[in-house]
């Protein structure tokens, strides 16, 4: 485990979260003017200040709230020299000749152009991984380590609804998961294009105490068994080793096969049972029928809790 986390740091060095908050700080010689300073000087009458006002951070969030307020200047930094040379004078020369007033926007943090750690940092001044439910495994979490950040699914300003509608979850988490979006298109397939099954039914965009994939549930067992839960068990006669991943068989997403199987029957069972005799068939005729399917006979073949008529586990009931 030492070894691993070593060659992590080496191959993603990591800054400290202090080098982190220096980028975040905005100009020291700024002084902050607060929010109705900032947005009627360049955003008076336009989306970003109609979306702010309607969201949770905007004027939702009033001082009888016992809240913590926040402004543009809670995320962009003081904003004073943004605005010192939004004189009076330039606004109605500018609105006269028909141009668009812009502050120096320069002097205000850059978060664009910051490392994707030092912008979700912004967000979790607020947000702080130890104090809000579902973010407390975000720092260890995939996304975190790869770079994506707050601002690539939740768009700050282009909504008054900051959170991301279930159903449109697939549409946002496909936009990197390319791969996962063309199983989708597979003939079987979760019906997550038709919005009866959703990414957040299995996973948690922002952190898991699972090791794989980001799962709501520890094991991929638990989460399949949400939903397909005939399938849990426990059963006297158990499918040998196969009980805590459902993907020796099943891939999760889509498949060019019936039930979403990693392999057409039976290949799919003979990879583990190449040498399974058959009882009772004597013809080719009879063996070609038996070698159809091996659930035709075998049809409890996540476990059963009862002897088949030879007395042995075998899944026919």
């Given amino acids: 485990f030492a070894a691993g986390c070593a060659a992590l740091k080496e191959s993603r060095p990591i800054l400290p979260i202090k080098e982190y908050e220096k980028l975040i700080v905005g100009r020291l010689d700024a002084d902050y003017i607060g929010t109705d300073n900032c947005l009627k000087a360049c955003h008076a009458h336009d989306k970003n200040r109609r979306d702010f006002d309607m969201s949770t951070m905007g004027s939702q969030l009033s001082r009888e709230s016992g809240l913590p307020l926040v402004n543009c200047e809670s995320c962009h930094g003081p904003g004073s020299l943004a605005v010192e040379q939004l004189t009076p004078q330039k606004l109605a020369a500018d609105a006269k000749a028909g141009k668009k007033t812009t502050c120096d926007y320069k002097t ?110 520890d094991t991929v067992k638990e989460t399949c068994t949400q939903c397909h839960t005939e399938k849990e068990g426990p059963f006297l006669y158990e499918h040998a080793d196969l009980t805590d991943d459902c993907r020796a068989c099943h891939t999760p997403h889509g498949s060019v096969n019936n039930n979403l199987l990693t392999a057409r029957e039976p290949f799919l069972c003979l990879q583990c049972h190449p040498s399974h005799p058959i009882a009772g068939t004597t013809t080719a005729e009879q063996k070609r029928a038996v070698y159809t399917r091996c659930s035709d006979c075998h049809s409890q073949i996540h476990g059963s809790d009862l002897p088949s008529p030879s007395g042995k586990g075998n899944f026919i009931q």
Avoid at 169 to 183: G, P
């Fill in 108 to 217: 205000l943090v850059d978060i664009k152009n910051i490392p994707a750690p030092a912008q979700s940092l912004i967000c979790l001044k607020c947000h702080a991984a130890n104090a809000t439910f579902n973010l407390h495994n975000w720092n260890a979490s995939t996304h975190s380590i790869n770079d994506v950040s707050c601002s690539d699914c939740h768009r700050i300003h282009g909504s008054h609804n900051l959170k991301v509608k279930v159903r449109d979850t697939a549409a946002m988490c496909e936009r990197c998961h390319q791969d996962v979006k063309a199983a989708f298109s597979l003939p079987n397939h979760h019906p997550v294009p038709e919005k009866k099954v959703f990414c957040t039914d299995c996973h948690d965009a922002h952190g898991s105490a699972s090791a794989d994939k980001l799962l709501r549930r």
